[in-house]
């Protein structure tokens, strides 16, 4: 139960980093920065490059995180709130906190 629990841990706060600056930088710098400015051509790349790679590390995050919830006999909504929450810019890493102290809770050896 650790080391599903250590892995979609680090799954989750490395999409959750991702997923930040992908929204919170990449994206405004894409639409709001001038037309053809470095800052654009910034914005593009981010969006472009990190976009591809958050993809398919959330599938990976996906992956952990639904045999975290198998292990831990999660159930179905809080699994499902655990993955949708995941989605969510800075509300992720608050749904992996949410997790762990769920399988703390249920499951004292993973201390």
Not at 14 to 23: C, D, H, K
Not at 36 to 63: D, P
Not at 86 to 107: D, N
């Amino acid at each position: 139960m650790k080391a599903a629990l250590l892995r979609y841990r680090v799954m989750a706060n490395i999409v959750g980093v991702l997923l930040i600056i992908l929204i919170l930088v990449g994206v405004p710098l894409k639409y709001l920065a001038a037309e053809g400015s470095g800052a654009q051509g910034l914005g593009e790349n981010i969006t472009t490059y990190l976009g591809i790679a958050h993809g398919w590390l959330y599938m990976i995050f996906l992956v952990m995180a639904a045999l975290l919830a198998r292990k831990a006999r999660w159930t179905i909504p809080f699994t499902i709130g655990t993955l949708l929450a995941g989605t969510i810019p800075i509300v992720s890493f608050w749904a992996e906190h949410r997790a762990t102290k769920h399988v703390h809770s249920q499951h004292p050896a993973t201390k």
